[in-house]
C-alpha cells in the first residue's frame, strides 16, 4: 500500500501469544485419599478454521467415536478498534542497524489498537470448570503483560498487556432430559497492541558540512564551515581528530567511533 | 366389586402380559441389533456440583436393541463448533425390560458402587452402536413408550446422544471400547525407564515388630556426585484390634479370653472394663428366694439396719448361706449392743456337730455347724417365762438348742447390727424377718435398704438391686513378639459384685514402614541407617534402593543419552494448538522475566 509492501506477523503474534498463556493448563482429578488420579492437559484451539481441514484433522475416516472431547478451549479474535489514549508522536523513528553497514532500518513508529479476544472454555463437569478458572483468573489483575519483539527487523521488545474484561458463565442444566446440557465459561479479553508501518533502508549520513554565509545572496562567499565526520583509529578505538581517522566510508555504524569536528574560517581567505 | 366388567381382563392376565413379553423379545431378537450396554460406575461422586468427574466405565454387556430412529441419526449432525468438529448424532433404540434384567444384574446398574444399583437403564450409561462403532450416551430412558401393553410395561427406550467423552475411564476388555480412551485422553501419562546402573539392595532384621538392623547385601553402582539413593521399605501388614470376651461368675469377673488377639500391640496395652455392679452389700453371687440376696462383708461396721426399741418378746428369722470356702466362720449375725453382755448368734465350724445355745460370757448364742453350701433356715425366739426371757434357737423349724432363761438381754432386738464373719469370707443373708411393726423405729443405716409400710419381713432382696457404673482398666496386658495379645490379668474390681461388664480393647496402633537413609562410598551403598524403625512388622520388610538417577536414560554407544527419565506424555488432540503456541513463541517472546507465581526455574 501506498508503494509499501510489508507485513509484520503482529497480529498473528499476539494470537499466539495469547494462545502461549493458555497452552499448559492442566486439571487434576484427585481420588478419596486426595491423592492424583488424573492430570488432563487441557487441548487450546484457534476457534475459526477451514471447515474441510476440521474434518480431515478430527475425523479423516469418518469414524469417530465421541461428539466432542473435554474439556477444551477455543478462542477468537473479534474485534480490532484504534486506541487513541495510547497514541504516540507519528513523526518518531524506530532505527536499527540495515541489512548492511551503511544502511540503516527505520520505522515510524506504531499505531495504537486493541484487539478484543474472546476465549471459551468447555466443560463437562463444573469441577473441571472452576479448576481451570482458577488457574486462570489470579493472573489477571485485570491485565497479564507479556514482553514480545513484534519487528523482527527493529528488534524492540513491546510490553503488550492483555486485560480480562469480563467473564460470563453458560450452563444450560435447567431443560428437558433428552436436550444437551454445555458448561461453557466466556472471557473476553483486550490485547492493548501496536500495529507497524513499513521499515525503511537508508544510507548512513557520514559526513555533514554547515556553510555559514555572512550576507546574502546566496552566491556570498562562505566565510566559516563546520565538518562533521566519524572518527576511527586504526586501532578501533574512537578519535576526535578527523587527520587521524580512518576513512569514513570504512568506518561502519556498528563501530566505536567518535565525532570529529573541523572547523574552518575564511575570513582571511576565500574559499 | 370392581367398576369394570367382570368379564374381560385386560389389564392383570399375567399369561398375557408375558406372551405380549415374549413376542416383543422375539421381535428385537429377529430385528435388532446386538450392541454393548455399559453402565456408569460412580467412583467420587462430587455432592457439592452433583456430577463425578471420575465416573468409569468397566463393564460392557451384550444385549440386543431394535433401532428405533429408522430414518438415520437424529440430532445437530456434523458440524464445525468454536471448539472444532462436533458431531451431534442421536437416536432412539428399543429394550426389552426382562432382556435387561437378565443380562444386567441389578447390583451392576448405576450407581454401581451402591449395595445395589437401580436395576434400570441409566441416564449417563452408554451404548456402543456396532454398526458405526461409536458410542451413545444415555440422555433419557422413557420407559412407558408402549402405553401398559395388557397392563404392563415391556420396553425401554433409550434416547442416546453421541458421547461427549471428558476423559472418563473406559476400561471393559473390549478393544473398540477401549480405544476411546486411548485415542482420545489428553491425559498425561508418565513413562518411567528402568535403571540402566544396577542398585543396591539389602535385608532387613524384624524384632518384636520393630526393624532393628539392615545389611547391605549389594551396594550397586552410584556414579552421579552427591546423588543420595532413596530407601524404602515394604509396608507392614495392617494392625487388628484384639476382640476380648469377658465372663462373670458368681459376681466377679471369671475369665477374659478371646475371639480375635488382633496384632500390632505394643507395651503398654490398655483394656478398658465398663460394666455395673451391685453396691456394695448386695450379692448376687446366691440368692435363696430371688435373684439376690444380701452380703455380709467382713467388716465389723457393716451394719444393715438398726433398731431402736425395746422389744422382750418376738422373734425374728433369717436364712443363712456359708459358702464351703470359708473353712472357719466364726462371725456375729445378729447382736445386741445396749447393755453388756450382749447376745450374739455366732456361725461357727467347730468339731461340734449339734447346735447349742449358751449364755456365754460375751452372752453368745452358738449356732455350730452350720451346713455349708446350702442356706440354712434359723429362727431365734424370745419370749417371757415368767418375769426372765428365754431364748430359743430353731433351725428349719426345729429347735436345736436348748432353751436359756436368763435376765439377760432384756432387749434382745433394741439393735440388730450384722456383723459377720469377722475372721474370713462372706455369708449371705436372705428374708430376714421380725415378727413385728418396726417402720417406724427402724433406721436403715445402709440407704440401699428401704422399706414402708407394715413390716414384718424386713429384707426379701427379691428385686433388682440397686447398682453403679463401673469402669476399671486393666493394664497388665502381655503381647507376643507380633503384638498380639497372650493374655489380660484381670483387674480388682473394688465395691460390690459385678452384675454385667464389658470390656473393651485399646485399638491397635497403626502399622507403619521404617525409614533409612543410605550412605554412598566409592560409588556403592555401604550403609543404611534407620532413622524410624516403623512399626507392625510381622517377617522382615523387602528394602527397596533407588537407582542412581543417571541410570533412568537410555545411553547411546558414544555416551549421549537419547532420552531421559520419566518423561511426560500426553495424547495430542487433533485439534489442539498447544504445541504451536508453545514453540512459535519462543522466537518473539521474552520469557527471561518469571511471573509472580514462579517457583525456581520454572517459568
Known amino acids: 500500500m501506498f508503494g509499501h509492501q510489508f507485513y509484520h506477523e503482529s497480529i498473528r503474534r499476539y494470537i499466539i501469544m495469547f494462545g502461549n498463556m493458555f497452552n499448559d493448563i492442566d486439571i487434576i482429578r484427585y481420588n478419596d485419599n486426595k491423592e492424583i488420579s488424573r492430570v488432563i492437559r487441557v487441548p487450546i484451539t484457534y476457534g475459526p478454521r477451514d471447515k474441510f481441514l476440521s474434518r480431515i484433522d478430527t475425523d479423516p475416516d469418518l469414524d469417530r467415536q465421541i461428539a466432542i472431547q473435554l474439556p477444551r478451549l477455543a478462542f477468537e479474535m473479534t474485534n480490532i478498534s484504534y486506541d487513541s489514549t495510547r497514541a504516540l508522536n507519528k513523526l518518531t523513528r524506530n532505527i536499527n542497524l540495515g541489512e548492511s553497514d551503511d544502511k540503516l532500518r527505520g520505522q515510524y513508529t506504531p499505531v495504537p489498537y486493541n484487539i478484543d479476544i474472546t476465549l471459551n472454555a468447555m466443560f463437562r463437569y463444573n469441577e473441571d470448570a472452576v479448576q481451570c478458572m482458577e488457574q486462570i483468573l489470579p493472573f489477571f489483575r485485570p491485565e497479564w503483560t507479556n514482553s514480545i519483539k513484534l519487528v523482527d527487523s527493529i528488534g524492540d521488545y513491546y510490553d503488550i498487556p492483555t486485560t480480562l474484561n469480563t467473564i460470563s458463565i453458560e450452563d444450560n442444566y435447567d431443560s428437558g432430559f433428552e436436550d444437551r446440557r454445555t458448561i461453557i465459561h466466556r472471557m473476553d479479553f483486550t490485547i492493548k497492541g501496536y500495529i507497524f508501518g513499513p521499515v525503511t533502508n537508508k544510507g548512513v549520513i557520514t559526513r555533514t558540512i554547515v556553510n555559514y554565509k555572512s550576507n546574502t545572496p546566496a552566491t556570498t562567499a562562505t566565510s566559516e564551515r563546520d565538518t562533521l565526520v566519524p572518527g576511527l583509529l586504526a586501532n578501533g578505538q574512537p578519535t576526535t581528530d578527523s587527520s587521524l581517522s580512518i576513512s569514513r566510508d570504512t568506518i561502519s555504524a556498528n563501530s566505536d567511533y567518535g565525532f570529529a569536528f573541523d572547523k574552518e574560517n575564511f575570513f582571511t581567505g576565500t574559499e | 366389586m370392581p367398576s369394570t366388567n367382570l368379564y374381560f381382563n385386560n389389564f392383570e392376565f399375567s399369561q398375557e402380559q408375558n406372551l405380549i413379553e415374549d413376542l416383543i423379545i422375539e421381535s428385537i431378537k429377529i430385528y435388532g441389533i446386538e450392541c454393548y450396554y455399559l453402565p456408569r460406575t460412580l467412583v467420587r461422586e462430587d455432592e457439592l456440583f452433583g456430577e463425578d468427574a471420575l465416573a468409569k466405565f468397566d463393564i460392557a454387556f451384550p444385549i440386543e436393541m431394535y433401532i428405533k430412529s429408522i430414518d438415520g441419526f437424529q440430532g445437530d449432525g456434523d458440524f464445525l463448533s468454536k471448539f472444532g468438529l462436533e458431531i451431534r448424532d442421536s437416536m432412539v433404540l428399543t429394550i426389552a425390560q426382562r432382556r435387561f434384567e437378565d443380562e444386567v444384574h441389578i ?58 467423552y471428558s476423559h472418563e475411564s473406559i476400561d471393559t476388555g473390549i478393544a473398540e471400547i477401549d480405544a476411546i480412551e486411548t485415542e482420545h485422553s489428553t491425559e498425561f501419562i508418565f513413562i518411567a525407564l528402568e535403571g540402566a546402573l544396577p542398585f543396591a539392595t539389602a535385608v532387613a532384621t524384624v524384632t518384636g515388630q520393630f526393624v532393628t538392623s539392615t545389611s547391605v547385601t549389594f551396594g550397586g553402582l552410584y556414579e552421579t556426585a552427591e546423588f543420595v539413593p532413596r530407601v524404602t521399605f515394604s509396608d507392614p501388614p495392617p494392625s487388628i484390634t484384639a476382640v476380648p470376651e469377658i465372663s462373670i461368675v458368681n459376681g466377679s469377673i471369671s475369665s477374659i479370653t478371646f475371639s480375635n488377639v488382633g496384632r500390632g500391640y505394643v507395651t503398654p496395652t490398655l483394656a478398658t472394663i465398663e460394666g455395673r455392679q451391685a453396691i456394695d452389700g448386695w450379692a448376687v453371687s446366691e440368692s435363696k428366694f430371688g435373684d439376690y440376696s ?294 518473539f517472546i521474552d520469557f527471561s522475566e518469571f511471573n509472580p507465581f514462579s517457583e525456581g526455574d520454572r517459568w
Open chain 2, 294 to 587: 444380701y452380703k455380709l462383708g467382713a467388716k465389723e461396721t457393716d451394719t444393715l439396719f438398726t433398731r431402736h426399741e425395746d422389744v422382750s418378746e418376738g422373734y425374728f428369722n433369717f436364712h443363712l448361706y456359708v459358702p464351703s470356702g470359708n473353712n472357719t466362720v466364726y462371725g456375729k449375725v445378729f447382736t445386741v449392743e445396749d447393755t453388756e453382755p450382749d447376745w450374739i448368734i455366732n456361725v461357727a465350724n467347730t468339731a461340734n456337730s449339734t447346735y447349742s445355745l449358751e449364755l456365754q460370757s460375751d452372752g453368745t448364742l452358738y449356732a455350730n455347724n452350720v451346713a455349708k453350701d446350702a442356706w440354712n433356715f434359723f429362727s431365734v425366739k424370745v419370749e417371757d417365762d415368767s418375769g426372765n426371757q428365754r431364748i430359743t434357737l430353731f433351725k428349719d423349724a426345729t429347735q436345736v438348742a436348748t432353751s436359756i432363761t436368763g435376765t439377760q438381754p432384756s432387749n434382745l432386738f433394741k439393735r440388730i447390727v450384722n456383723v459377720n464373719n469377722t475372721r474370713s469370707g462372706n455369708v449371705y443373708i436372705d428374708h430376714l424377718f421380725i415378727d413385728t411393726d418396726l417402720s417406724s423405729v427402724l433406721s436403715y443405716t445402709n440407704t440401699a435398704v428401704s422399706n414402708s409400710g407394715t413390716i414384718t419381713t424386713l429384707l426379701t432382696f427379691e428385686n433388682s438391686p440397686p447398682t453403679d457404673p463401673f469402669t476399671v482398666f486393666a493394664n497388665n496386658v502381655t503381647i507376643d513378639a507380633n503384638g498380639s495379645i497372650n493374655a489380660i490379668a484381670i483387674p480388682v474390681v473394688s465395691g460390690g459384685e459385678i452384675i454385667s461388664a464389658n470390656i473393651t480393647m485399646q485399638d491397635a496402633p497403626t502399622s507403619f514402614p521404617a525409614q533409612a537413609t543410605a550412605t554412598v562410598t566409592n560409588n556403592e551403598v555401604v550403609l543404611l541407617t534407620i532413622t524410624n524403625q516403623g512399626q507392625g512388622y510381622v517377617d522382615a520388610p523387602t528394602i527397596t534402593i533407588q537407582s542412581d538417577s543417571a541410570g533412568g536414560r537410555i545411553k547411546l554407544e558414544d555416551n549421549v543419552y537419547l532420552i531421559d527419565s520419566g518423561i511426560r506424555y500426553a495424547n495430542t488432540d487433533p485439534q489442539a494448538n498447544n504445541t504451536l503456541f508453545e514453540n512459535d513463541t519462543t522466537s
Open chain 2, 107 to 164: 447390583t451392576e446398574t448405576t450407581p454401581f458402587n451402591e449395595a445395589e444399583g437401580i436395576g434400570r437403564p441409566s441416564e449417563g450409561d452408554l451404548v456402543y452402536f456396532p454398526l458405526n462403532g461409536k458410542i451413545f450416551e444415555v440422555k433419557f430412558v422413557e420407559h412407558e413408550a408402549i402405553f401398559y401393553q395388557m397392563g404392563k410395561l415391556q420396553t425401554y427406550d433409550l434416547t442416546l446422544e453421541l458421547f461427549e
